[in-house]
């Protein structure tokens, strides 16, 4: 039997809510850590035709891309349609948790489904993340090194990637003299002093350095403990903004546009382009949602094209007057975010057995009822 606490470890493993923007809202918004989980449901919204489907498929979690709320509230009655939301899966035992901006960079994430369905190959991110990291050397006496290292561990230190607990230990002999005035937990004042001590390194976010600092020091018995903390540099990562890859054969612009069009899911929307229509395409560019601060960095990295959502007419239009400009297609953003439904159902999954089953929401939740076209005289 899996728990809720169980399914929200694999999500935040598969998606580390420390990858969210500062500004974004992703986690558990409804549901008890304790409570039974045997079926998964997957949407883009959580809209209330979303919360009806998840409570008359007999599912105990759904898990949404975009959040439920960006600010706070005050009220979540059910007079307001979010808070009908909440009450409609409150009463019904179904727990809500989200995966937004986190879903966004990672592998298995919304920009890499998207390029896995328009069946790009060489997939790598666009714009990639680093990982910075402090890197921690601590000496501390040899029966005092693992409450010390614990003490740390506990702060957030020696986690890195899919890892944590990791550390360094090395043996030595530590040399002081305490002067007046010191009051020192080894030796005496005045006194030349050797211990057995032992060298920790490890590494740590530099957003958990004062967490640290002051498990460190509460745990050491020094009176001024010996440490030295160094900002290193950063290392690229797997995780990165948008994807960028190849078709398997080059195709002109217009046949490509018709290409993303039938590999994304059907809706009312638009899918619109901007470009000379017989521009051959072969390498791509893509950010599933709300890409147009990809646009630059497209055309830099060789693209023949960005594919996005939620485009302007002026950010399209002077991007298409720079040189060398890649062409553009935009289409509707629910249906770029949907591709990552299948792909995070099946990865939830795999990690964790039969015991719970995943299942994806097949409700068109863009806003767009129909799209209209005028042909040019």
């Known amino acids: 039997m899996a728990s809720l606490r169980d399914v929200v470890a694999v999500l935040d493993q598969l998606y580390d809510p420390r990858w969210a923007d500062g500004w974004d809202a992703v986690g558990t918004v409804v549901g008890d850590p304790e409570a039974e989980v045997r079926s998964i449901l997957f949407a883009v919204d959580p809209v209330q035709a979303v919360a009806d489907e998840a409570v008359a498929g007999g599912h105990q979690l759904l898990v ?169 540099e950063p290392t690229p990562s797997d995780r990165g903004s948008g994807r960028i890859g190849l078709l398997p054969e080059a195709m002109p612009l217009g046949e490509f546009a018709d290409h993303v069009a039938r590999s994304l899911p059907a809706h009312g929307g638009a899918t619109r382009v901007a470009g000379d229509l017989e521009r051959p395409i072969r390498t791509v560019a893509l950010c599933g949602g709300s890409g147009d601060f990809l646009l630059g960095p497209a055309t830099a990295a060789g693209a023949d094209v960005h594919v996005t959502s939620d485009l302007k007419h002026h950010t399209v239009s002077e991007h298409l007057e720079r040189p060398g400009a890649c062409a553009v297609v935009d289409v509707p953003h629910w249906a770029a975010e949907w591709t990552w439904l299948p792909v995070a159902a099946r990865a939830v999954q795999e990690r964790l057995g039969n015991g719970v089953s995943t299942h994806v929401s097949t409700l068109v939740t863009d806003p767009w009822t129909v799209s209209r076209t005028h042909d040019r005289p």
């Open 64 to 232: 949404t891309h975009h959040p439920l709320w960006l600010k706070g509230v005050t009220s979540v009655a059910a007079s307001d349609p979010k808070g009908r939301v909440v009450h409609t899966l409150l009463s019904s035992g179904v727990a809500l948790h989200t995966c937004h901006t986190n879903a966004d960079v990672p592998p298995l994430g919304v920009s890499e489904s998207m390029a896995l369905a328009l069946g790009l190959q060489d997939v790598r991110p666009l714009d990639v993340d680093t990982d910075p990291m402090d890197v921690w050397t601590v000496f501390v006496p040899d029966d005092h090194a693992d409450s010390v290292l614990a003490a740390m561990h506990g702060a957030g230190a020696g986690r890195y990637d899919l890892y944590d607990s990791a550390a360094f230990r090395s043996a030595g002999t530590g040399q002081f003299r305490p002067l007046d005035g010191a009051r020192p937990a080894i030796g005496a004042v005045g006194d030349v002093e050797q211990v057995a001590e032992t060298r920790l390194h490890l590494v740590a976010s530099p957003g958990v350095r004062e967490s640290v600092r002051s498990a460190l020091l509460a745990a050491h018995p020094y009176e001024v403990p010996a440490y030295d903390v160094v900002a290193a």
